[in-house]
C-alpha cells in the first residue's frame, strides 16, 4: 500500500495573502495531507447564527487548488465564548464540584444535551457545506476525546443522564441494589433519582457505583461522536475519523471506532516519555531524546485494530513540545524513524503537527515542521527524507498477520482504577508490560478486542488484567490451539466488581483459582524457582491443574495445560522476557535477541529495523546509527 504523508495547519492564524505559499511548501516537502478546521468555531461563526465561512471557503480552495488532500475537523473541541452564554452549565464539573471554565479548550460536558445539538448542527452545517467539495478527502471529528482529562464531569447534566441510564440499565432500584451490594453499609436507594454521583463521598464510594459511572461515561462519548458521524455521513462519503492519544483509558476506544472509518492517533514520544511513563531514571535518560522504544508500536497495534484495520497518525511530534515537564529536541533522524516506524505498524497516513510554530498563545513553545519566523525547523528536511524515500520504497506491505495477540479492555482498566487494591496497579502498566514481553522478544503482535470470537490465527495470546471474560472469548479459548497465558488478575470479578463465587477464574477445562490477592510494595518482591520474581501483585493459587512454575516458598506462578495457562502474578522484565521466550520455544515460534533500544517489525513484505538508542546498534549483520531505520525485503 502507498504511504503518504501530511501536516496540520491553521489558516485562521496566518495572514490569508500567506496560504498560497505555505501550500506550495507542503507540496515541495512531499505532503499529501493537510489537516484544517478543528479548532476554528469562533471564526466559522463568530456570533451564535452568524456565520463566516468565507475564509473557509478560500483556505480550502487554495490548499486544494495547490494538490493537497484535506481533512477537515469539526470545531466542537473548542466552544466559543458565546455558547458558555447561551449554555452556562455546559462547562464540565470536576471531581471536587468546581467548574471547568471557559479559557483554553475542551470545557464541555459529553451529558450536555444542549450542547450536543450544538455540534450536531455544526456538522450538519459543515457537512452540506463541504460534505461534496473535491478537496474534502476525510473528516476529524472533535478533537482527542479525554485531552486534559475530559472524560468525566460531576455535573447535574450528568446526574440526570447516569440516573436514566441506570433507571434503564437495572429497570428497580431492587435489582441494583442487589447487584451492587447496597445492603453494605445501609447504601439501598428507593427511587432511581436518590442516586447520586460517585464524588465528593466520606470515603471510597462503592466500586460498582464507580465501574456504572465509568460506563455511563464513556456511552456519552460514544454517543457525542456518533450525533456527528451520523450527521456528517448524510452529506459526504468521505472517510469519518478521531484522533485518539496515548495512554488514555478513560472511554471505550472499540466502541467509538465503531462508527468511524479509521483510528487515527496523536503520537508525541518524547513528551510521552517525560510526562506519562513509569521508569528508571537511567532508562528516561537513555530515551530522553528519542521517546520510549515501545510506547509508539504499542499503540499502533492498539489503534490498528480499533481502526479495523486503517490506522492513522494524525498528529506526529516534528520536535520539543510546550506540555510536558521537561521538553528536549529529538535526536536528529527521530521525525524520520517515528514515521516509517508507523508505517511498519500498518498505518497509511503519517501527519506532522504543526506546519509552522506559532508565537503567540498557549503552545508558542511548540514546534512545528517551521520555525515562527517560517525559516525551516529540523524537521521539515525529514519529512522531504521520508517523502523521497516513498520512491524507494513505493510500498512496504500489508501488515503482517502476527503469531502473538493481546486482549486489551477499557472496562477492565475502569474496573481497577475504581478498586486499584495496590497503588502500582494499572490497567494500562499491567498491559503494557505484557506487549513490552513480547516486542522485546522481536514479535509481531495485535492488540484484540475483548469480544474476540475467533484466536485461531495466533499461536501466543496473553490476556492480563481482564475483571471477566466475556462469553465470545470463553468459546475462542475452549478452541484455541496454541498457548494463552491469562492473568494476572483475570475473571476473578462479576460484571458488577463483585468476587466471583465459586471463585475465579472460571476457565474452561482448567481447575484454577486465586484464593488470596496479594498486592506488594515497590520495595519488595515475590522471587520465582526458576529466577526472576513477580512486582506490585501476587495471586495464591489453588486447584488441581499442573504448576509450571512455582515460587520459591512453593506457590504456583504458572498452573495450566497445554493450551491455557494461569499467571499469578505481575513479572519483572527479566522475568516476562524468560516467560514469553519459554513459551514461544514450546509454539516453535522464532524470537529475537535484540540490543537495548534496538526493535524489529516485519510486513508481509519486509523486515524493518529500527534503532531507539543514542549510539549505533548492531543486530544480525547490520550496524544502525542512532535514530537510524533499516528495512530489508523478506525472502
Ligand atoms: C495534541 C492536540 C493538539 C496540540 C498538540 C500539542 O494533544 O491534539 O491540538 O495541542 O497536542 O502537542
Known amino acids: 500500500m502507498k504511504r503518504t504523508l501530511g501536516v496540520c495547519y491553521y489558516p485562521e492564524h496566518w495572514p490569508e495573502d500567506q496560504w498560497a505559499d505555505d501550500a506550495a511548501r507542503m507540496v515541495a516537502t512531499g505532503l499529501t495531507w493537510v489537516r484544517i478546521g478543528e479548532f476554528g468555531w469562533s471564526r466559522m461563526e463568530p456570533t451564535p447564527g452568524t456565520f463566516t465561512w468565507d475564509w473557509l471557503d478560500q483556505a480550502i480552495d487554495v490548499l486544494g487548488n495547490a494538490g493537497l488532500k484535506i481533512i477537515l475537523g469539526t470545531p466542537t473541541a473548542t466552544p466559543p465564548r458565546w455558547m458558555i452564554d447561551k449554555h452556562p452549565d455546559m462547562l464540565a464539573i470536576d471531581a471536587e464540584g468546581r467548574p471547568r471554565k471557559f479559557g483554553s479548550r475542551r470545557h464541555y460536558d459529553f451529558s450536555h444535551l444542549g450542547y450536543r445539538d450544538e455540534c450536531r448542527r455544526i456538522a450538519r452545517l459543515m457537512g452540506e457545506r463541504y460534505g461534496s467539495n473535491p478537496h474534502i478527502a476525510a473528516w476529524q471529528i472533535d478533537n482527542e476525546y479525554d485531552c486534559h482529562e475530559t472524560t468525566l464531569s460531576y455535573s447535574d447534566a450528568a446526574r440526570k443522564g447516569f440516573q436514566d441510564w441506570l433507571a434503564q440499565k437495572y429497570q428497580s432500584t431492587d435489582a441494583l441494589n442487589r447487584a451492587w451490594g447496597n445492603v453494605f453499609w445501609s447504601m439501598e436507594y428507593d427511587t432511581f433519582d436518590e442516586i447520586d454521583l460517585p464524588n465528593l463521598t466520606v470515603t471510597e464510594p462503592n466500586h460498582p457505583h464507580q465501574l456504572a459511572f465509568r460506563r455511563y461515561s464513556s456511552d456519552q462519548v460514544v454517543t457525542f461522536n456518533k450525533v456527528q458521524a451520523d450527521e456528517l455521513r448524510k452529506h459526504t462519503d468521505a472517510p469519518l475519523i478521531h484522533n485518539y492519544m496515548g495512554r488514555i483509558t478513560a472511554f471505550d476506544h472499540w466502541k467509538v471506532g465503531q462508527d468511524l472509518d479509521i483510528a487515527s492517533w496523536d503520537s508525541y514520544p518524547i513528551g510521552f516519555l517525560s510526562d506519562r511513563l513509569e521508569g528508571s531514571s537511567e532508562q528516561k535518560k537513555k530515551f530522553l531524546r528519542q521517546g520510549h522504544p515501545d510506547m509508539q508500536a504499542f499503540h499502533h497495534d492498539l489503534y490498528r485494530a480499533v481502526g479495523k484495520g486503517r490506522l492513522w497518525v494524525m498528529e506526529q511530534?516534528?520536535?520539543?513540545?510546550?506540555?510536558?515537564?521537561?521538553?528536549?529536541?529529538?535526536?536528529?533522524?527521530?521525525?524520520?524513524?517515528?514515521?516509517?516506524?508507523?508505517?511498519?505498524?500498518?498505518?497509511?497516513?503519517?501527519?506532522?503537527?504543526?506546519?509552522?510554530?506559532?508565537?503567540?498563545?498557549?503552545?508558542?513553545?511548540?514546534?512545528?515542521?517551521?520555525?515562527?519566523?517560517?525559516?525551516?525547523?529540523?524537521?521539515?528536511?525529514?519529512?522531504?527524507?521520508?517523502?523521497?524515500?516513498?520512491?524507494?520504497?513505493?510500498?512496504?506491505?500489508?501488515?503482517?498477520?502476527?503469531?502473538?495477540?493481546?486482549?486489551?479492555?477499557?472496562?477492565?482498566?475502569?474496573?481497577?482504577?475504581?478498586?486499584?487494591?495496590?497503588?502500582?496497579?494499572?490497567?494500562?502498566?499491567?498491559?503494557?508490560?505484557?506487549?513490552?514481553?513480547?516486542?522485546?522478544?522481536?514479535?509481531?503482535?495485535?492488540?484484540?478486542?475483548?469480544?474476540?470470537?475467533?484466536?485461531?490465527?495466533?499461536?501466543?495470546?496473553?490476556?492480563?488484567?481482564?475483571?471477566?471474560?466475556?462469553?465470545?472469548?470463553?468459546?475462542?479459548?475452549?478452541?484455541?490451539?496454541?498457548i494463552a497465558l491469562i492473568g494476572p488478575r483475570t475473571d476473578t470479578k462479576t460484571d458488577e466488581l463483585a468476587v466471583k463465587v465459586p471463585l475465579g477464574p472460571d476457565l474452561p477445562s482448567l481447575d484454577v483459582s486465586v484464593a488470596v490477592t496479594e498486592s506488594i510494595p515497590p520495595t519488595e518482591a515475590i522471587p520465582l524457582q526458576n529466577g526472576g520474581q513477580f512486582l506490585h501483585w501476587f495471586e495464591h493459587l489453588e486447584g488441581t491443574a499442573e504448576a509450571h512454575e512455582k515460587t520459591t516458598s512453593g506457590h504456583p506462578a504458572i498452573m495450566g495445560n497445554d493450551h491455557l495457562r494461569y499467571l499469578a502474578g505481575w513479572p519483572d522484565e527479566p522475568t516476562f522476557d524468560r516467560i514469553i521466550r519459554d513459551l514461544s520455544k514450546t509454539l516453535n515460534i522464532e524470537t529475537h535477541d535484540l540490543p537495548e533500544g534496538l526493535r524489529i517489525r516485519d510486513t508481509d513484505t519486509h523486515r524493518f529495523i529500527f534503532n531507539y538508542a543514542p549510539e549505533a546498534l548492531t543486530w544480525s549483520g547490520t550496524t544502525i546509527g542512532p535514530a537510524g531505520v533499516y528495512w530489508e525485503k523478506l525472502p
Open 317 to 482: 511530534q516534528p520536535g520539543p513540545v510546550n506540555w510536558a515537564p521537561y521538553n528536549p529536541a529529538p535526536l536528529p533522524g527521530m521525525a524520520r524513524l517515528w514515521a516509517w516506524e508507523a508505517f511498519a505498524h500498518g498505518a497509511e497516513t503519517v501527519c506532522y503537527f504543526r506546519w509552522r510554530q506559532a508565537p503567540f498563545a498557549q503552545e508558542q513553545m511548540h514546534a512545528g515542521l517551521l520555525r515562527p519566523d517560517s525559516a525551516d525547523a529540523p524537521a521539515l528536511a525529514e519529512a522531504r527524507q521520508v517523502a523521497d524515500e516513498f520512491a524507494e520504497l513505493p510500498d512496504v506491505g500489508t501488515t503482517n498477520k502476527a503469531q502473538a495477540a493481546l486482549i486489551f479492555d477499557y472496562e477492565s482498566a475502569w474496573a481497577w482504577d475504581a478498586q486499584p487494591q495496590g497503588a502500582d496497579f494499572e490497567m494500562f502498566r499491567l498491559a503494557f508490560a505484557a506487549y513490552r514481553a513480547l516486542r522485546r522478544a522481536g514479535l509481531n503482535i495485535d492488540i484484540l478486542p475483548p469480544d474476540t470470537a475467533d484466536l485461531s490465527d495466533y499461536k501466543l495470546v496473553l490476556a492480563p488484567g481482564l475483571m471477566n471474560i466475556t462469553d465470545e472469548l470463553r468459546t475462542a479459548l475452549v478452541r484455541f490451539e496454541g
